[in-house]
């Protein structure tokens, strides 16, 4: 069958970390890491991280449509092209830029990580479709549209990602990271990496990376000695990292792969392994994240106490006044710990929660 195995994660994009070593040999190889470092292996890019008809569509007449898979390709192609003009360390066009943003968001896609997350989103879409239909009592139609969403989620999602994030990302500026360190930069089966580096001084609810945060950095290696850097400041096309830049990359790179990461040479450093220490200006130790975490704590005591009273039944099996709780505890109209301004420093009145400027 043509095309049945499909790549993941590109073999013309994981021959760059084929070992120096090997390249004399007929078959050159790759090194595979585990997550934790336990265990490595040799493989060739030509067989690593592959899947059967990942992005293959089937028509309701049974054909294989392979329109996600050949433009994959061809975007494939062109980013191959650019490549060697950053080798070259050549200016890189508009058009060059054009294709390194349709090259990163659909490498930002095609992970495991990715698709199975907007799978799961497809799937959940598409039991609330199957439930109002039958609670309606309508012929299914929609639903017949959602399940086909969860059964080619990998190829809608990368038919998406490159359709709006590309543009996206083409109205940002960018750089190439450029390094002669002995391991370089690693990749991994999640390369497509967003990061903010602020993130922890923000409550949890909004520490999840997006476009629309000023701080947002999108990595990708594109080689061993290359990494392109996506983000909303402007530098130099080209900057020699340092060291230390390459190695907390790497260490970003590692603790965002799934099950495994690719090491040019095979090697390993323990500070990618780090998990490093909580800073001291976390949202949780600010006063107002402090605030927020100990009313959360409140109100989950009072719901602990609401619940305990109301299945509680005296001897003449009615049930216990809710009213018999302390005057300390929360009341329902309380705002919880998740609703707030950060802007604003919560206080306590006698029964709810108000926010002062």
């Known amino acids: 069958m043509r095309n049945k195995n499909q790549h993941v994660i590109p073999n013309c994009y994981l021959k760059s970390w084929c070992d120096p070593r090997s390249l004399g040999d007929q078959n050159p190889h790759i ?3 585990r997550r934790d470092g336990s265990q490595k292996r040799r493989k060739s890019p030509e067989k690593s991280f592959r899947a059967n008809n990942r992005y293959t569509i ?26 060697g003009r950053i080798r070259r360390r050549e200016y890189l066009t508009p058009r060059d830029r054009a294709h390194l943003c349709l090259f990163t968001a659909a490498m930002h896609a095609r992970a495991d990580a990715v698709g ?11 039991s609330q479709v199957v439930a109002l239909e039958k609670k309606h009592n309508s012929t299914p139609t929609t639903s017949l549209e959602s399940a086909d969403m969860v059964k080619h989620a990998y190829p ?9 994030l590309a543009p996206m990302l083409f109205r940002m500026p960018m750089t190439i990271l450029v390094t002669d360190a002995a391991l370089g930069f690693i990749t991994s089966d999640n390369p497509c990496v967003w990061f903010v580096p602020n993130a922890h001084t923000m409550p949890p609810m909004l520490r999840h990376p997006s476009l629309s945060q000023p701080d947002i950095e999108i990595s990708l290696p594109l080689t061993p000695q290359h990494l392109l850097l996506i983000a909303h400041r402007a530098y130099p096309q080209y900057v020699d990292a340092r060291k230390a830049t390459v190695d907390e990359a790497n260490r970003s790179r590692r603790f965002n792969c799934t099950e495994e990461f690719v090491s040019w ?5 323990p500070y990618w392994f780090d998990p490093g220490k909580e800073p001291d200006d976390t949202w949780e ?14 109100y ?58």
Not at 58 to 83: A, C
Not at 156 to 164: F, I
Not at 265 to 269: A, D, N, P, Q, V
């Open 58 to 83: 089937t028509m309701p007449n049974g054909d294989r449509n392979l329109v996600i898979e050949n433009t994959l390709g061809g975007i494939e192609n062109q980013f191959v092209n650019v490549l």
């Open 31 to 33: 090194w595979r890491v």
């Open 285 to 298: 130790k600010s006063p107002e994240g402090m605030a927020a975490l100990a009313e959360q704590e409140r």
């Open 300 to 357: 989950k005591k009072w719901q602990v106490e609401y619940q305990e009273a109301t299945n509680s039944r005296d001897e003449t099996g009615d049930r216990r006044d809710a009213s018999r709780l302390s005057p300390s505890s929360p009341g329902i109209e309380m705002t919880v710990a998740n609703v707030w301004d950060a802007d604003k420093t919560i206080v306590r009145t006698d029964d709810s929660c108000a926010c002062r400027e």
């Open 265 to 269: 040479k095979g090697g390993t450093l």
């Open 116 to 126: 199975e997350h907007w799978k799961k989103f497809y799937q959940s879409v598409h």
């Open 156 to 164: 809608y999602t990368v038919d998406l990602s490159v359709e709006v």
